[in-house]
């Protein structure tokens, strides 16, 4: 399967825990994206990278969330000290720069629950 | 700010009926425009897009969609459902030329009983 990956599929975590969340793009893409969902909402954008470098960030993103894409390969979501608000699906998402349309191809998604 | 409405929530057809799912956003410059279909327990896919020309797209599986520039719509079409096109059905807009994150509407689901 050369489709985006994301691990773990399902996180539980009690509230005020430290969470990491890893994406791994279709391989030739250079855009990554996070999206948060919640019961009943469309995805939310989070951030995008571009290659290595992080090139926007939504107001959503607090300052508990953080997004790294070291090599510009994989990319990893933290949320520190979670509340039960995090609750939601966290989306990846990848695309390729200089395609005629910029196609988001998503992954399967990490479920988060924080009790 | 920018925004996407899907006013059906919840929609149930019976096998053979057509399809017609409202699709709004508020932006009046540049816009790309998707519908992207979540079947159950799978991830998001893109069904069809518009970016500029012929305003009415086909997609996937019999789908298309019409681009009312007046009435900043994109509605989803399909002539007759089946069964296996019960699913979450979202609609997204991407703003400007050159921009990035995808707005999405609130989803509508579709049930089609067989």
């Known amino acids: 399967d050369t489709g985006v990956s994301q691990d773990p599929r399902h996180k539980i975590t009690k509230r005020g825990q430290n969470v990491t969340f890893r994406c791994d793009p279709i391989?030739?893409?250079?855009?990554l994206y996070w999206y948060r969902q919640t019961l009943g909402q469309g995805p939310e954008f989070l951030t995008y990278f571009q290659n290595e470098a992080q090139l926007e960030k939504s107001r959503l993103l607090s300052d508990r969330f953080s997004a790294e894409r070291p090599k510009g390969s994989f990319s990893t979501l933290e949320i520190q000290r979670t509340e039960q608000g995090d609750s939601a699906m966290y989306l990846c998402a990848s695309s390729l720069m200089g395609s005629s349309y910029n196609e988001q191809f998503f992954g399967p998604g990490t479920r988060l629950t924080v009790l | 700010a920018q925004s996407v409405s899907q006013h059906n929530h919840h929609v149930i057809l019976s096998e053979a009926a057509s399809l017609e799912l409202g699709c709004n956003y508020s932006y009046g410059g540049t816009v790309n425009l998707f519908w992207y279909v979540q079947y159950p327990g799978q991830h998001l896919q893109l069904l069809l897009k518009?970016?500029?020309?012929?305003?009415l797209v086909k997609g996937i599986k019999g789908f298309e969609a019409e681009f009312i520039k007046s009435k900043f719509s994109f509605n989803l079409r399909k002539p007759s459902v089946q069964w296996s096109d019960t699913a979450e059905y979202f609609c997204a807009v991407n703003v400007g030329t050159g921009a990035n994150n995808l707005f999405f509407g609130t989803g509508t689901r579709l049930t089609v009983i067989p």
């Open positions: 518009y970016f500029s020309g012929d305003p």
């Open positions: 391989s030739e893409h250079n855009r």
